[in-house]
């Protein structure tokens, strides 16, 4: 690594969104698991995911704050702990309201996590001088994929829902635990004048680069929460084989965020984002109408491509804007896309309440196309 960064330092980053991303596919890959534990319908269910947004975003309002006063270290340390730990008890809660609970301090710990290692890896970034952000957000997907396979074949052998939580929950905390001690210090990621409090809404390029995250969230979030439920309830697929659709779609996006670092060296922001939201776009829409499962899975592989580099793209952007601390960049431009992960599984329920879930998943490709028309918004002057 560049200008001083230890290769234990740049692991440990990596590490932590990987765990990340296991987590977050543990809990897709259980998404049919809480709907039939708790009995709950598309609509509750979608509910349910807002509950876990607006948590996120009561996160957000304070991370930026969190990071500058104690650092993105021990920040990611214990929201990364507790993220890791709720898994456990995602069916083991007394009702649906215990859930909505659970699953807002779930979202809270998740966007306060997220915004930590991206803060880390953005520092990173600019102590190395070159594109390190799309590899990172690869390491998500990639332990989004793992989650998904060994999540899928963990059901499909047989094992309990709950034990597999359990084993999720105890590794991932280990694993969150021991990379902490591996990032950089307090000093690196947190400001000598934390003190403002509360949450300021994105201004200035923040607001342009918070829509295009919001836009490709929306998407994204749908296919995250949906794509399982889609294939299993929609195409008949058995669980196993649902979980596949998390997997086909976090193994393509893994596998082109590694490839995205010089994808950005290489081409302008809005052609690079344009093109990605093209294809996102034209593969949602084959798996919509082939209407087969192994079709779907490749449909899912080019829609995880074509969202791959949106938000490395946009988060590296946030923390370079000119006068603003990057964890509060990322933090503002966080909130933003997190009100379009928080918006797009809910609307996607309630209108698989009113027609189908494959009807509802079209609002996928029309988010797909917006972000392709806003694209070249990126190239807005900053300030």
């Known amino acids: 690594m560049g200008n001083g960064i230890s290769a234990g330092t740049s692991w440990a980053s990596r590490a932590q969104f990987f765990a990340s991303g296991f987590i977050f596919a543990t809990w897709g890959v259980h998404i049919p698991t809480v709907k039939a534990h708790y009995d709950v319908d598309e609509a509750q269910l979608g509910f349910?995911?807002?509950?876990?947004?607006?948590?996120?975003?009561?996160?957000?309002?304070?991370?930026?704050?969190?990071?500058?006063?104690?650092?993105?270290?021990?920040?990611?340390?214990?929201?990364?702990?507790?993220?890791?730990?709720?898994?456990?008890?995602?069916?083991?809660?007394?009702?649906?309201?215990?859930?909505?609970?659970?699953?807002?301090?779930?979202?809270?710990?998740?966007?306060?996590?997220?915004?930590?290692?991206?803060?880390?890896?953005?520092?990173?970034?600019?102590?190395?001088?070159?594109?390190?952000?799309?590899?990172?957000?690869?390491?998500?997907?990639?332990?989004?994929?793992?989650?998904?396979?060994?999540?899928?074949?963990?059901?499909?052998?047989?094992?309990?829902?709950?034990?597999?939580?359990?084993?999720?929950?105890?590794?991932?905390?280990?694993?969150?635990?021991?990379?902490?001690?591996?990032?950089?210090?307090?000093?690196?990621?947190?400001?000598?004048?934390?003190?403002?409090e509360g949450f300021s809404l994105p201004r200035g390029a923040l607001v342009i680069l918070g829509v295009l995250a919001a836009l490709g969230l929306i998407a994204e979030g749908a296919i995250y929460d949906w794509s399982v439920l889609y294939l299993q309830q929609e195409l008949g697929s058995p669980q196993g084989q649902a979980a596949l659709a998390y997997a086909s779609f976090s193994a393509a996006m893994a596998a082109a965020r590694f490839g995205g670092d010089a994808m950005r060296a290489r081409f302008a922001p809005a052609v690079l984002l344009r093109g990605s939201a093209v294809l996102a776009a034209v593969a949602m829409a084959l798996v919509l109408v082939a209407r087969q499962p192994w079709l779907a899975l490749v449909g899912f592989a080019g829609v995880g491509i074509g969202f791959a580099n949106v938000v490395p793209i946009l988060f590296s952007a946030a923390a370079r804007v000119p006068g603003v601390d990057p964890a509060r960049g990322i933090a503002a431009v966080s909130a933003a896309a997190y009100l379009g992960f928080m918006a797009g599984p809910p609307v996607i329920g309630f209108v698989a309440r009113v027609s189908s879930l494959g009807w509802a998943l079209w609002l996928v490709v029309g988010f797909a196309v917006a972000l392709a028309i806003s694209a070249r918004r990126v190239e807005a002057p900053r300030g």
Request: proline share 3%.
């Open 48 to 196: 349910a995911l807002l509950a876990a947004g607006f948590g996120a975003l009561a996160g957000l309002s304070r991370a930026g704050h969190w990071i500058g006063r104690y650092g993105a270290r021990d920040t990611a340390r214990i929201c990364g702990t507790v993220y890791a730990l709720l898994i456990a008890a995602l069916i083991v809660m007394p009702g649906y309201g215990a859930l909505l609970a659970l699953l807002a301090v779930f979202g809270i710990a998740t966007s306060v996590f997220d915004v930590a290692i991206n803060t880390e890896a953005a520092k990173l970034e600019l102590l190395d001088g070159g594109t390190l952000m799309s590899g990172m957000h690869g390491m998500f997907s990639l332990g989004g994929m793992a989650g998904a396979v060994t999540g899928g074949a963990a059901l499909a052998a047989g094992m309990a829902p709950q034990t597999h939580l359990i084993w999720v929950a105890g590794v991932t905390a280990l694993a969150v635990l021991l990379a902490s001690q591996y990032m950089l210090p307090r000093s690196a990621t947190s400001s000598a004048a934390p003190a403002a």
